[in-house]
């Protein structure tokens, strides 16, 4: 049971943490959670202020898990840790000055939300009646030492989460544990990304080979399109494990987009439930090909993803050549850049970016391969459903729907549920509205 920043944001939401966990008990579950909302942003925020205001900072969130504890009537005792490394962290920032942090700096600064929200939630379960035991989930995910976006050791995984969590399940005990946060080869402190909360929960949940995965979060589960661009979206109560990673992909915030890999492999459902409205039923991840039709459209979902970079290269080199492609992407490897969408072709590559990509310095490497030119400000709209490659006037239809919205590049790709376009970031939301009227609502 892994529950989000939301899910565990004041007092009145671990208090519904800990009903639903009481519900589940039966069931032996184990609990994930991420940092309190908005700690995780706080947290990152500290380096960039000035030396002189990042003990105040540190302080206020401190005064904030505190002031949490005592609403919960939880003992003093349990913040103790809390104090203790808060002090050690503002004086690591005042060591640091005003010198711009490394990696594993910045993963040291921003696990301390997890650590501070698991152990007062772990109280709380306590003080709700139901056993339960803090457990440092660093000792488990081990990874590779690419600090602030790291990548799991899976060799070994199992046997770790057996000896970190099994002897708490076996006795009634309900472990509670942190997403986010792993350990480098050399033991310092790493994190898997932004929401890589889901992604803890999914690895953890292939290793003890658990029924299922259940995401909390403050939304009923997958919907066709962001409600907060379409108001008229829909509840997908079943989808795909292959639907759910395409839209996590390209903007759906419901999920982290790496969480579905282990899920597939173990053949393990994921539920997607709304801790503000537990009895919901929530979209049901499951391993299938063909989740079922929301009406007569083959079309189930509709995302977007912003704040993308468009980066075209041009070389009258790739015509006929062979290695042309190994030797651009390894440029985006040295970097450690993905790229989203592609489109080749016989003189020219375009890809897309994320914006927070230092894309200057991939400028001067890609120079050397031909010219190079960077759109930025695009968005990625995303049509997610079955069999769209198969299906004859589908791409007709869904570029009619948008005649008045210029596409820059178009991606299908060996994917039959996804088919990917890029427009300018101002025009994105258009796009998805006007394909959930096509798909979607008329469909009603």
Same mark, same amino acid.
């Given at each position: 049971m892994?529950?989000?920043?939301?899910?565990?944001a004041?007092a009145?939401?671990?208090?519904r943490?800990v009903? %639903?966990?009481?519900?589940?008990?039966?069931e032996?579950p184990?609990?994930?959670?991420?940092?309190?909302?908005?700690?995780?942003?706080a947290l *990152?925020? @500290?380096p960039?202020?000035a030396?002189?205001e990042?003990?105040?900072?540190?302080?206020?969130?401190?005064?904030?898990?505190?002031?949490?504890?005592?609403?919960?009537?939880?003992?003093? !005792?349990?913040?103790?840790p809390? #104090?203790?490394?808060?002090?050690?962290?503002?004086?690591?920032?005042?060591?640091?000055?005003?010198?711009?942090?490394?990696?594993?700096?910045?993963? =040291?600064?921003v +696990?301390?939300?997890?650590l501070?929200?698991?152990?007062l939630?772990?109280?709380?379960?306590? !003080?709700?009646?139901?056993?339960?035991?803090?457990?440092?989930?660093?000792?488990? &995910?081990r990874t590779?030492?690419y600090f602030?976006?790291?990548?799991?050791? $899976?060799?070994?995984?199992?046997?770790?989460a057996?000896?970190a =969590?099994?002897?708490?399940?076996?006795? +009634?005990?309900?472990?509670?544990?942190?997403? =986010?946060?792993?350990?480098?080869?050399?033991?310092?402190?790493?994190?898997l990304?932004?929401g890589?909360?889901?992604?803890?929960?999914? @690895?953890?949940?292939a290793?003890?080979? #658990?029924?299922r995965?259940?995401?909390w979060?403050?939304?009923?589960?997958?919907?066709?399109?962001?409600p907060?661009?379409?108001?008229?979206? $829909?509840l997908l109560?079943?989808?795909?494990?292959?639907e759910?990673?395409?839209?996590?992909? =390209?903007?759906? !915030?419901? @999920?982290?987009?790496?969480t579905?890999?282990?899920?597939v492999?173990?053949?393990?459902?994921?539920v997607?439930?709304?801790?503000?409205?537990?009895?919901?039923?929530g979209t049901?991840v499951?391993?299938?090909?063909?989740p079922?039709?929301?009406?007569?459209?083959?079309?189930?979902?509709?995302?977007?993803?912003?704040?993308?970079?468009i980066?075209?290269?041009?070389?009258?080199?790739?015509?006929?050549?062979?290695g042309?492609?190994?030797?651009?992407?390894?440029?985006?490897?040295?970097?450690?850049?993905?790229?989203?969408?592609?489109?080749?072709?016989?003189?020219?590559?375009?890809?897309?970016?994320?914006?927070?990509?230092?894309?200057?310095?991939?400028?001067?490497?890609?120079?050397?391969?031909?010219?190079?030119?960077?759109?930025?400000? $695009?968005? %990625?709209?995303?049509?997610?459903?079955?069999? *769209?490659?198969?299906?004859?006037?589908?791409?007709?239809? %869904?570029?009619?729907? %948008?005649?008045? &919205?210029?596409v820059e590049?178009?991606?299908?790709?060996?994917?039959?549920?996804?088919?990917?376009?890029?427009?300018?970031?101002?025009?994105?939301?258009?796009? #998805?509205?006007? *394909?959930?009227?096509?798909?979607?609502e008329?469909?009603?």
């Amino acid at each position: 049971m892994k529950f989000g920043g939301t899910s565990v944001a004041d007092a009145p939401a671990i208090r519904r943490l800990v009903e %639903i966990v009481r519900t589940r008990k039966a069931e032996r579950p184990l609990v994930v959670v991420s940092a309190l909302a908005r700690v995780s942003n706080a947290l *990152l925020g @500290l380096p960039l202020l000035a030396a002189q205001e990042r003990k105040a900072a540190v302080e206020t969130l401190l005064e904030r898990h505190q002031a949490l504890a005592l609403e919960l009537e939880l003992p003093a !005792k349990v913040t103790e840790p809390t #104090v203790l490394e808060a002090d050690r962290l503002a004086s690591t920032l005042e060591v640091l000055g005003d010198t711009v942090p490394e990696g594993d700096l910045l993963d =040291f600064v921003v +696990g301390h939300g997890e650590l501070w929200s698991s152990r007062l939630v772990a109280a709380a379960l306590e !003080k709700g009646g139901v056993r339960s035991a803090w457990v440092d989930v660093r000792s488990v &995910i081990r990874t590779d030492g690419y600090f602030t976006s790291a990548a799991p050791e $899976r060799e070994g995984l199992p046997a770790r989460a057996h000896d970190a =969590f099994l002897h708490h399940l076996g006795t +009634g005990v309900v472990p509670v544990s942190q997403g =986010f946060l792993g350990s480098g080869p050399d033991g310092r402190p790493t994190t898997l990304g932004r929401g890589g909360s889901d992604y803890t929960a999914a @690895l953890l949940g292939a290793a003890l080979e #658990v029924d299922r995965v259940e995401i909390w979060t403050d939304v009923d589960g997958i919907m066709t399109a962001d409600p907060r661009v379409v108001p008229q979206a $829909r509840l997908l109560t079943v989808a795909s494990h292959h639907e759910a990673a395409e839209l996590a992909a =390209f903007g759906a !915030k419901v @999920l982290h987009p790496a969480t579905q890999a282990p899920l597939v492999e173990a053949g393990i459902p994921c539920v997607v439930l709304n801790s503000f409205a537990p009895h919901r039923t929530g979209t049901r991840v499951i391993s299938t090909a063909d989740p079922g039709q929301v009406g007569p459209s083959p079309v189930r979902a509709i995302s977007c993803k912003r704040g993308i970079t468009i980066v075209n290269v041009t070389s009258p080199r790739m015509l006929g050549a062979s290695g042309f492609l190994r030797r651009l992407f390894e440029v985006f490897e040295r970097h450690r850049i993905s790229v989203d969408v592609l489109a080749t072709s016989e003189v020219s590559v375009s890809m897309t970016v994320e914006n927070s990509f230092p894309l200057e310095k991939l400028r001067e490497d890609l120079e050397a391969l031909g010219e190079v030119a960077f759109a930025p400000e $695009r968005a %990625i709209v995303a049509v997610v459903g079955l069999a *769209l490659r198969d299906t004859p006037g589908i791409a007709a239809r %869904i570029f009619s729907a %948008i005649r008045s &919205i210029n596409v820059e590049v178009v991606s299908q790709g060996a994917s039959s549920t996804n088919l990917t376009f890029v427009v300018r970031e101002e025009e994105a939301f258009n796009a #998805v509205r006007a *394909l959930h009227r096509e798909f979607i609502e008329e469909s009603a």
